[in-house]
C-alpha cells in the first residue's frame, strides 16, 4: 500500500481492486480473485468497532453475495480457500460479536499474500485487522500484525514507517511481558537500519540481540539474529565470517520457509568465497523444496549466478529464462539484483555492451527502490566494467580457485553435500 493510501487518501481494498483491474481479462482466474478478496473485505470492514451495528438482514443479505461470490472461484486455489474460510470467520464472529474470531483468518490469508509476494494486499489485510479489531483485539494479535506489518513495510522500502510499527509492536510486547516478540521487534528494527544502509550500526544493533537471545534461549531469535548478522557481514565483504552465521540460522530454523530462505543466501555467501559446489548444493535444495516466492527468486538468479561464475554458458542461459519467467512478481530489491547479476555474467562471456545496459536497469531500479547500499554496490561494479577490455577476456579461463577456507566454513559445505546425496 502506497503512503497516499495509508493516509486515507484511497479506499480501503484498492490494491485487491488493482488486481482486478490488470487481469489478462475480466474472467480470467486472478480477476475473479481480485473481485472477490474485495468483496470479502467490504464484508469484513461491516464488522468494525465504530460503525453502527449492522441489521441482521443486510448483514445476511452481504453474506449471502459474498459466499455466491466465493462459490465461483477456482476450487484448486489456495487463496480461494482462505478467502470462503475469512468469510465464514465473519458470519461467526457477527454471530458471536466477537471480532476477536477474524483474526486467525486475517492473519493466514495475509500470511499467504505475503509469500506470494503480494505485498500491497498484504498491507491492507493486515490493516484491515488492526482497524476493524480495534481496542477488541488481544494483546497477543496486536503485536503479531505490527510485527508482520512492519516487515511487510520494510520490504517494500517504506523503512520511516516499518521502523514506527515495530517500535509500536515493541513497546506493547514489553508492556505485556513478551520478550519473545520484543526480541523480534529490536530485530526487525535492526534489519530496518540495514535497508538504510548503516551497516556498522545494524551490526551492532544485532549482535546486542543476538546475546539476550542466548541468555533467553530463544531458538527462534537466535535463528533470526544469526540470519541478520550474516546479510550485514556479507554486505560488508565478510562472506567467510557471514557463513557460519548463516549456517546456524539455518539449523536454529524449526519452520521450512525460513529455512529455505537462509539457504538461498547462504548459497550466494558460497559462490562469493569461491565454492561453487557448495553453493550449488545449497540452492538446488531451495529450488526443490520450494518454499516462498522470494527464496526461490533468489535462488533461481544465484543458480544462475553460479553458472557464469563457472563459465558454463549454457547453464547460464537455462537459468536465466527461469528468471525472465519470473520478473513480473519480484519486488524491487530482487529485481535489482537480477539485473545485476545478469549483467556481470554477460560482462564474463564478453558481452560488455550489454553488460552496461543491464547494470544501468539494476542501478536505476535500486535508485527509484531507495535501496542505497545496492546502488553503492552496482555503481562500484558498473566501474570496475568500464576498466574491463574485451581483448582481456578468455572464455576458456577456468574459474577463480576457492579461497582458503576456515574448518568452519568446510564443515558448511560438508553438511550441504548431504542434500545432493
Request: proline share 3%; hydrophobic share 45%.
Given at each position: 500500500?502506497?503512503?497516499?493510501?495509508?493516509?486515507?487518501q484511497?479506499?480501503?481494498?484498492?490494491?485487491?481492486?488493482?488486481?482486478?483491474?490488470?487481469?489478462?481479462?475480466?474472467?480470467?482466474?486472478?480477476?475473479?480473485?481480485?473481485?472477490?478478496?474485495?468483496?470479502t473485505?467490504?464484508l469484513?470492514?461491516?464488522?468494525?468497532?465504530?460503525?453502527?451495528?449492522?441489521?441482521?438482514?443486510a448483514?445476511?443479505?452481504?453474506?449471502?453475495a459474498?459466499?455466491?461470490?466465493?462459490?465461483?472461484?477456482?476450487?484448486?486455489?489456495?487463496?480461494?480457500?482462505?478467502?470462503?474460510?475469512?468469510?465464514?470467520?465473519?458470519?461467526?464472529?457477527?454471530?458471536?460479536?466477537?471480532?476477536?474470531?477474524?483474526?486467525?483468518?486475517?492473519?493466514?490469508y495475509?500470511?499467504?499474500?505475503?509469500?506470494?509476494?503480494?505485498?500491497?494486499?498484504?498491507?491492507d489485510?493486515?490493516?484491515?485487522?488492526?482497524?476493524?479489531g480495534?481496542?477488541?483485539?488481544?494483546?497477543?494479535?496486536?503485536?503479531?500484525?505490527?510485527?508482520?506489518?512492519a516487515?511487510?513495510?520494510?520490504?517494500?522500502?517504506?523503512?520511516?514507517?516499518?521502523?514506527?510499527?515495530?517500535?509500536?509492536a515493541?513497546?506493547?510486547?514489553?508492556?505485556?511481558?513478551?520478550?519473545?516478540?520484543?526480541?523480534?521487534?529490536r530485530?526487525?528494527?535492526a534489519?530496518?537500519?540495514?535497508?538504510?544502509?548503516?551497516?556498522?550500526?545494524?551490526e551492532?544493533?544485532?549482535?546486542?540481540?543476538?546475546?539476550?537471545?542466548?541468555?533467553?534461549?530463544?531458538?527462534?531469535?537466535?535463528?533470526r539474529?544469526?540470519?541478520?548478522?550474516?546479510?550485514?557481514?556479507?554486505?560488508?565483504?565478510?562472506?567467510?565470517?557471514?557463513?557460519?552465521?548463516?549456517?546456524?540460522?539455518?539449523?536454529?530454523?524449526?519452520?521450512?520457509?525460513?529455512?529455505?530462505?537462509?539457504?538461498?543466501?547462504?548459497?550466494?555467501?558460497?559462490?562469493?568465497?569461491?565454492?561453487?559446489?557448495?553453493?550449488?548444493?545449497?540452492?538446488?535444495?531451495?529450488?526443490?523444496?520450494?518454499?516462498?516466492?522470494?527464496?526461490?527468486?533468489?535462488?533461481?538468479?544465484?543458480?544462475?549466478?553460479?553458472?557464469?561464475?563457472?563459465?558454463?554458458?549454457?547453464?547460464?542461459?537455462?537459468?536465466?529464462?527461469?528468471?525472465?519467467?519470473?520478473?513480473?512478481?519480484?519486488?524491487?530489491?530482487?529485481?535489482?539484483?537480477?539485473?545485476?547479476?545478469?549483467?556481470?555474467g554477460?560482462?564474463?562471456?564478453?558481452?560488455?555492451?550489454?553488460?552496461?545496459?543491464?547494470?544501468?536497469?539494476?542501478?536505476?531500479?535500486?535508485?527509484?527502490?531507495?535501496?542505497?547500499e545496492?546502488?553503492?554496490?552496482?555503481?562500484?561494479?558498473?566501474?570496475?566494467?568500464r576498466?574491463?577490455?574485451?581483448?582481456?577476456?578468455?572464455?576458456?579461463?577456468?574459474?577463480?580457485?576457492?579461497?582458503?577456507?576456515?574448518?568452519?566454513?568446510?564443515?558448511?559445505?560438508?553438511?550441504?553435500?548431504?542434500?545432493?546425496?
Amino acid at each position: 500500500m502506497s503512503e497516499a493510501a495509508r493516509k486515507g487518501q484511497a479506499p480501503f481494498h484498492a490494491a485487491f481492486l488493482e488486481r482486478l483491474a490488470t487481469a489478462s481479462s475480466p474472467s480470467s482466474s486472478d480477476a475473479r480473485l481480485g473481485h472477490a478478496a474485495f468483496l470479502t473485505l467490504r464484508l469484513v470492514d461491516l464488522l468494525e468497532a465504530r460503525r453502527a451495528a449492522l441489521p441482521r438482514a443486510a448483514f445476511q443479505y452481504q453474506l449471502t453475495a459474498t459466499e455466491l461470490c466465493c462459490r465461483d472461484l477456482p476450487r484448486d486455489s489456495t487463496e480461494t480457500a482462505h478467502l470462503s474460510g475469512l468469510v465464514r470467520a465473519v458470519a461467526d464472529a457477527y454471530r458471536a460479536r466477537d471480532v476477536q474470531l477474524l483474526v486467525p483468518a486475517l492473519l493466514a490469508y495475509a500470511h499467504y499474500l505475503e509469500d506470494e509476494l503480494h505485498l500491497s494486499e498484504t498491507l491492507d489485510v493486515l490493516d484491515t485487522a488492526l482497524r476493524v479489531g480495534g481496542a477488541a483485539l488481544c494483546t497477543a494479535d496486536r503485536v503479531a500484525t505490527r510485527l508482520r506489518l512492519a516487515r511487510v513495510l520494510r520490504k517494500l522500502n517504506e523503512f520511516d514507517t516499518a521502523e514506527l510499527a515495530y517500535a509500536a509492536a515493541g513497546t506493547l510486547a514489553a508492556a505485556s511481558g513478551d520478550r519473545h516478540s520484543e526480541l523480534l521487534s529490536r530485530i526487525g528494527r535492526a534489519n530496518t537500519v540495514l535497508g538504510r544502509g548503516n551497516l556498522a550500526e545494524a551490526e551492532r544493533w544485532l549482535r546486542e540481540v543476538l546475546r539476550d537471545a542466548e541468555i533467553s534461549d530463544d531458538r527462534e531469535a537466535q535463528a533470526r539474529a544469526n540470519q541478520g548478522l550474516a546479510v550485514v557481514l556479507v554486505t560488508r565483504g565478510q562472506p567467510a565470517e557471514a557463513i557460519p552465521h548463516a549456517w546456524r540460522a539455518v539449523q536454529a530454523f524449526q519452520d521450512e520457509i525460513s529455512r529455505t530462505r537462509v539457504l538461498a543466501d547462504l548459497g550466494g555467501m558460497l559462490l562469493i568465497i569461491g565454492d561453487p559446489d557448495a553453493a550449488e548444493h545449497a540452492l538446488a535444495e531451495v529450488v526443490r523444496r520450494g518454499g516462498t516466492e522470494d527464496a526461490v527468486d533468489n535462488a533461481v538468479i544465484e543458480l544462475m549466478h553460479c553458472a557464469s561464475y563457472r563459465r558454463d554458458r549454457v547453464g547460464f542461459e537455462r537459468w536465466r529464462e527461469r528468471c525472465e519467467a519470473r520478473l513480473a512478481h519480484m519486488p524491487p530489491n530482487i529485481l535489482a539484483d537480477y539485473y545485476l547479476k545478469v549483467g556481470i555474467g554477460r560482462a564474463r562471456f564478453g558481452q560488455f555492451g550489454r553488460a552496461e545496459r543491464l547494470l544501468r536497469t539494476a542501478l536505476q531500479v535500486a535508485d527509484e527502490a531507495g535501496l542505497h547500499e545496492l546502488t553503492f554496490r552496482i555503481d562500484r561494479i558498473r566501474s570496475g566494467l568500464r576498466d574491463c577490455h574485451p581483448a582481456h577476456y578468455t572464455p576458456s579461463a577456468a574459474a577463480a580457485e576457492p579461497a582458503l577456507q576456515s574448518n568452519a566454513i568446510r564443515e558448511v559445505s560438508s553438511a550441504l553435500a548431504h542434500f545432493a546425496t
